[in-house]
């Protein structure tokens, strides 16, 4: 509801005329979710049927699918969309999800909040809450922050991510928003997925890995996770 109120108050702090709607399409949405809700509950969405995917590239939005035997990746390489804009675009280029066997174990945490705490907006918008590369000091695109408005902009395309080569089970691509090209190999074989990335900076370079949060780390030894 704090959402509905802060859109629907002018500059003046003063309620807009047309705040009888805003509350009425908040009211509507809730319904939606409530209503979603309860299908989750009940258990009445049959998820292999959402997840049946014949297309595996989605050029435009800049979305590639590999898949193996259980082992499905959804990764991020593409345009920021609206003429260089990327009103609500990420820092997420070459960045994936990954699910085995249907359940989320590498996740993109998205949004969380937008207007009421700009701080934490821009930060779940940044490249270290993306699974990919990232080292201290330089974000992939760059935003400014002098007003709201600011939060739904970038300044430009910096990254201009592009595809390499693509096939059913095996991914390469690029993008220029460090000072070197970030390249990053993904490839799914024999029920096993292996990753290459190459950044030519001499930096201390950190690959952020978010997890489903019903993901649990048991035991980390000698450079693996369990």
């Known amino acids: 509801l704090k959402l509905a109120i802060d859109y629907s108050i002018d500059k003046n702090g003063q309620p807009h ?21 309860e299908r989750i509950i009940n258990k009445s969405i049959n998820y292999n049927n959402i997840i049946n995917i014949s297309n595996k590239h989605f050029k435009d939005f800049g979305l590639y699918i590999l898949e193996n035997k259980g082992i499905r990746t959804f990764i991020r390489c593409g345009s920021v969309g609206q003429l260089g804009k990327g009103g609500h ?42 699974n990919t590369l990232w080292f201290e000091g330089y974000e992939q695109n760059e935003w400014d922050d002098d007003s709201i408005d600011d939060l739904f902009w970038l ?41 290459i990335d190459s950044c030519n900076i001499e930096k201390v370079k950190s690959i952020y890995f978010h997890l489903a949060t019903k993901i649990v780390v048991k035991n980390i030894k000698n450079d693996k996770v369990i």
């Open 17 to 37: 005329e047309n705040l009888d709607n805003h509350l009425n399409q908040f009211s509507f949405i809730q319904s939606i979710m409530n209503l979603m809700r």
């Open 89 to 130: 675009s990420h820092n997420d280029q070459l960045s994936y999800e990954l699910f085995i066997d249907n359940k989320a174990v590498i996740v993109d945490p998205g949004t969380y909040v937008y207007t009421p705490y700009p701080v934490l907006r821009n930060e779940y918008r940044s490249t270290k809450m993306h």
């Open 155 to 195: 300044k430009k395309d910096k990254a201009k991510a592009r595809l390499i080569e693509f096939s059913d089970s095996h991914f390469i691509g690029e993008h220029y928003g460090y000072p070197k090209p970030h390249r990053r190999e993904l490839s799914i074989v024999n029920n096993r997925i292996t990753g």
